[in-house]
């Protein structure tokens, strides 16, 4: 397998415990599908990667390195639902979850790697794969992109000053890694929020601090708004019986304009819909809802909340299942400050509840977990629903579409 200057260094490195800080698209994956090839060449070994699920697995290596196998004629055996791989020297290659953690208990390992780290629990590490590895002084590499220093893997990069002789500690970016050009880097600045960026391409450990909304500024992001036409609405909306939330904006090309919301204590879907009728008669509404709506049930004749929206003439787009949680925030906090220095998201002052949340929405302390018990979540969500559809990266499925418009709808989502 070819490898840049760094994932050789990596490679090559003999140290039992190996911790790998880069950037986005840096060649973490493929120097970890190298690892696993290079720890399984001696005969019955057992081999795992494991990341944040099983879903995880299989979508970023599954295919990857079951070809590549295939092409050295080491393969003796695949199984397809337990993502393992047998080789002809008696070695196995598995693939592992780390949802249920507990699940992989009682295991004897020879090697682990641990992808994306900093989204896999701290207590996966200590309490299951570490003890597994002690019978047979298995080794383990951990890549990952930071996650602040509050995550556990900050702790974990500072074990080689504690330990020289078992750990080893890199960090590079993602230029270095050499596989995205410098351009598409500058490019990418327009996108994100500064502290983002060099979290995600620069590799640094970024403090975000405890607000979720960490680029949101109050002088900055609210304004007297210039005059807007209310042709066209986009709302952002998230269901809860108390309160059910929406945001009322308008789009003038790249820029959102927050110039309403709505928070309804006791009520349902069907009086959301009634109000946004009573405030913007003339609108054309396109809402852009909580994905679960699709299935949600909130009537007696088995309406969902989507099918409630969509017969009251909304446009309805959502995608059908959530995005990643840590994507959504990465999105809106990209448009409420860049990393250029730009900002795209502005807020009407009357809007007190959607300033109220993007100002004291926190992560749970000593975590990158928001705080879903603060109760200031709602019209966070309300808003990052809307704004991730608008923003966001394209997803392979299609929006939900009300039956009645004769025209297809089409994703804003650029190609990835």
């Known amino acids: 397998m070819k490898l840049s200057r760094i994932q050789s260094e990596v490679a090559q490195d003999t140290h039992r415990f190996k911790c790998v800080i880069a950037g986005r698209r840096a060649g973490k994956t493929w120097l970890a599908m190298r690892e696993l090839c290079y720890q399984a060449r001696e005969p019955n070994k057992l081999i795992w990667y494991i990341t944040s699920s099983y879903r995880a697995a299989k979508m970023i290596l599954w295919k990857e390195i079951k070809q590549r196998l295939i092409d050295l004629n080491w393969v003796s055996k695949i199984n397809e639902s337990e993502l393992t791989i047998t080789l002809d020297n008696g070695s196995q290659i598995c693939l592992k979850g780390a949802e249920n953690a507990q699940s992989l208990r009682g295991i004897s390992l020879s090697y682990c790697v641990i992808d994306e780290a900093a989204l896999v629990s701290e207590d996966t590490w200590k309490e299951v794969i570490r003890p597994a590895l002690a019978d047979q002084q298995g080794g383990a590499m951990f890549i990952t992109t930071p ?23 890199w960090q590079f970016t993602t230029l270095e890694g050499g596989f995205v050009s410098e351009e598409e880097i500058e490019a990418a600045k327009s996108d994100m929020s500064e502290a983002q960026f060099r979290q995600e391409f620069l590799a640094s450990w970024e403090n975000m601090g405890q607000q979720v909304a960490w680029a949101f500024n109050r002088e900055k992001n609210v304004i007297d708004l210039p005059q807007l036409s209310h042709r066209n609405l986009i709302v952002g909306a998230d269901f809860n019986v108390s309160p059910i939330c929406a945001c009322v904006m308008v789009r003038e090309k790249d820029v ?12 349902n879907t069907n009086e959301l819909a009634n109000e946004i009728k009573v405030r913007y008669p003339h609108s054309r509404i396109t809402i852009m809802p909580d994905p679960s709506g699709s299935a949600r049930k909130t009537s007696a004749n088995g309406q969902t909340d989507h099918t409630i929206l969509q017969n009251a003439g909304f446009r309805v787009c959502a995608p059908r299942r959530h995005d990643a949680v840590r994507d959504r925030i990465n999105i809106l906090n990209a448009r409420l400050c860049s990393a250029d220095g730009n900002r795209h998201l502005f807020l009407s ?23 879903k018990d603060s109760g200031f979540d709602h019209m966070f969500d309300a808003l990052s629903y809307a704004v991730a559809w608008e923003f966001g990266l394209k997803r392979d499925l299609p929006p939900v579409r009300p039956e009645r418009w004769g025209s297809k709808v089409a994703s804003p989502y650029q190609q990835i």
Do not use: A, H
């Open 147 to 169: 996650l602040g220093k509050g995550n556990w893997t900050f702790e974990l990069f500072q074990q080689e000053k504690l330990d020289p002789i078992n750990w080893r500690s």
């Open 256 to 267: 959102l304009y927050v110039i309403d919301e709505i928070q309804m204590y006791s009520s």
């Open 349 to 371: 002052k009357r809007c007190k509840y959607t300033i109220n949340s993007l100002e004291k929405y926190c992560f749970k302390p000593g975590t990158q977990q928001p705080d």
